[in-house]
């Protein structure tokens, strides 16, 4: 069973080449080693979106050794909240287990121009997540 002390956070999105790398970069930047998180898809795609790791690098978080995955059981079990974001049905539902769905624009296809208002987006959900779970975000943008 997850550790309140230490929250277990799954962000999901259909190809986990976008979205949903953005949030896991965000929350592992911003909560350090004080609580893990993993991201995953329902249909990985071949490679994270090159715009997402360009707009990421831009705010010193690098994303670019990241791998689209399949989610798995074992993690959906571990997380005590999955954030979902555009898989709708696709997405594993875990009865008990808290679920949040963040409605974001897909990045897929799109320049890092359009990009950035998304990552922007995502670190502040991040930044409520974190706080909602009593971890104080502990770098700044």
């Known amino acids: 069973m997850p550790s309140p002390e230490h929250p277990n956070v799954l962000f999901l999105c259909i190809h986990n080449a976008g979205r949903s790398q953005m949030a896991l970069g965000w929350f592992t930047h911003l909560a350090a080693?004080?609580?893990t998180a993993w991201s995953a898809g329902s249909a990985p795609a071949d490679e994270v979106n090159?715009?997402?790791?360009?707009?990421?690098?831009?705010v010193g978080i690098d994303?670019?050794?990241?791998?689209p995955k399949r989610w798995t059981d074992a993690m959906i079990r571990t997380a005590d909240i999955v954030v979902t974001m555009g898989c709708g049905?696709?997405?594993?539902?875990?009865?008990?287990?808290r679920y949040e769905d963040w409605p974001l624009p897909d990045p897929a296809g799109q320049g890092v121009d359009a990009v950035r208002p998304i990552r922007d987006e995502i670190e502040q959900r991040v930044r409520?997540?974190?706080t909602s779970l009593g971890v104080e975000p502990s770098a700044t943008s």
């Open 63 to 67: 994303i670019s050794g990241a791998h």
């Open 33 to 35: 080693d004080r609580a």
């Open 89 to 97: 049905d696709e997405c594993p539902y875990v009865p008990g287990t």
């Open 128 to 130: 409520e997540l974190l």
């Open 50 to 58: 090159p715009a997402a790791v360009q707009a990421m690098a831009e």
